[in-house]
């Protein structure tokens, strides 16, 4: 839901044709759920079963669903929060809110922009936003458009080592933040939606290599040529060829996030990817993102004060109890 209501929110305000604008709906958008509903209107079939869909059977992702949903707050009033401060600190770079756009890839998709326009609302929104490998943009147009924003970049590490270290290279220069390694994709998943729908993710998905635009020849990046030999003693070749932090997402076990504090990785994100990976693991527009985007800050911002806590780091383990559905 999050990753759809994120991606799709480039779409909320446009008609399912490029460049055909629509009015703007009668009632407001108030919460994620209602640009899920505009969006699967309006995006063609093949694209939404793409965005929303998930792998096998889908059990993962409706565990995801269902997961959040059993999650209940514990407040504490009498407290004074009067102001409330949302803000705090990932990899030493402030941002407004614990929020994060994680990597998606072919946001053209959704918006001829694409991921321009995700860069865009995630500068406005002063959050941090995770560039895919499989963007629809090239990273050069997506700093260009957005140069103050907090980005990080993901990498699904390439069979190419050289190609891997010409991507690192080039995104360090571009002042990327840290990069994130995707563990969880040694191949792609059982998808069954795109199989049936005969989805082509390098003709049909506007697949684009992402060498620098000055480079004329090289090998083009394609989802085939993700490395299924990529393992833990790898990891020392990454650090020696940048001093970005290394994240990896894509975790789920209590012994892989061992191993990756002591291979000194500097942080994990937990991850089933949404479900479109393994089945039955455990569960886990600019103008339309900017509004996702400011959503999810404001029911933040909210909770918080509900729950009478005045900074982030006062949010702790003792407000979170999961209730028996």
Known sequence: ???????????WEFGAEEGDEVAAPEMPFVCLTDFQAQARERLSKTTWDYI????????????????FKKIRLRPRYLKD??????????????????ICISPT???CLAWPDGEMSTARAAQAADICYIT???????????????????RWFQLYVQRDRQLNKQLIQRVESLGFKALVITVDVPITGNRRHDIRNQVDLKTNLLLKDLRSPKESSGPCLQMSSIDPSNCWDDLSWLQSITQLPIILKGILTKEDAELAVKHNVQGIIVSNHGGRQLDEVLASGERGVEEVLNILKNEFHTSMTLTGCRS????????IQFSRL
């Open 1 to 11: 839901m999050l990753r759809s209501g994120l991606l799709l929110g480039l779409f």
């Open 52 to 67: 929303e869909g998930g792998a096998g059977e889908g059990f993962t992702k409706e565990d995801n669903i269902a997961a």
């Open 81 to 98: 929060v009067s102001e409330v401060d949302t803000r705090t600190i990932i990899q030493g770079e402030k941002i407004s809110a614990p």
């Open 105 to 107: 890839g072919f946001h």
């Open 132 to 150: 895919s490998t499989y963007a629809s943009c090239t990273l050069e147009d997506i700093v260009a458009t957005a140069p103050r924003g907090l």
């Open 312 to 319: 982030v780091a006062e949010i702790n383990r003792d407000l």
